[in-house]
């Protein structure tokens, strides 16, 4: 009587052997079983698996072999041009200098390189490059597997959308390329005609050489103009003191060129002075301390003595016109001149 009332009040699944007792006692987990993390594979299952399905796995994939082969054949072939310019961070010397911290020069030669990067990528070289090239033209636009403009293409408004569509397939296709501690920067440029693709990289490497010698030469043109004006003025104020009277060095500026750095030559300006028959040697130069810090110099030598009778200096801060015509009469003023 006991039995039959905890069986029906606290269990109510049939007893083993009946209905589903087996299937109770296989869901059940086994007390004396130990756990097992972790991810098994059955490699007996997987095999018999592609063993039975082994004929539509081949079929698919010889399918989508065929697939690749027949887009590769018929996909336009592209061609890539290369060219390879190197990349200096050097500034043109208008006057001989003494750098002290030579490593302050190349300081910001990340930011330079940088900046180089982003003119190379630029629309104003993509317009020079298409220029030189004359690609603004439907001929340019079927080379690079377009259609080309429909329409006419003499009018303002067509011009200015033909020169837009030129200028973004020059800097869409062009692929700039700096390695991790080089300066050498490879130009490539993608084109399904293979002539096109070479003439177009090395455009883009000529228009940037000619656009940095341009640079150059008219940055010291007009250094060499601005600092013809400021000697012209010094030996001016110079000769007005009445302290000073300047010879001609013409006649021994061939003796000048070959001596070089004037201040440097261990007192070799004195015996040009003396064929000169000048009483005193004066020479000046320009010191870098920093990028926007530098400093200028004055020595002056007895020809008779070789002794040094005078010797200033100024410092400058920021490399602007108006920096060196300030320490320029500061020098003057407050060092040679000075009462």
Known sequence: MSDTINNAIGDDRPRNGGRYGDRYAEALPDPNATEEGGFSLNIPLILSTLRRNAIPIAAIIAVCMLFGIVKTMLS??????????????????????????????IADSNRFLQTQLAILKSRSLAERVADRLKLYNNAFLVQMGGSGLSGDASGPEAKAILKDTVVALLQGHLNVDLPANSRAVTLSFDSPDPKLAASVANGFADAYISGNLERKFDSSAYARSFLAQQLVTTRQRLEESGR??????????????????????????????????????????VQKVSNLMLNFNVVIRDTATREQVFAGSVDIRGNTDESWRHGIRYLLKNRLLKE
Not at 83 to 102: L, Y
Not at 268 to 274: D, F, L, N, P, S
């Open 76 to 105: 336009t072939r592209i061609y890539r041009g290369s060219a390879v310019v190197q990349i200096e961070q050097q500034s043109a010397n208008i006057v001989d200098t003494e750098a002290v911290d030579p490593v302050a020069s």
């Open 244 to 285: 000073f009277q300047l010879v001609d060095t013409a006649p021994v500026a061939e003796e000048i060129d070959a001596a070089g750095i004037l201040w440097s030559c261990n007192g070799c300006e004195v015996g040009i002075a003396k064929r000169l028959d000048a009483e005193l040697a004066m020479v000046g130069w």
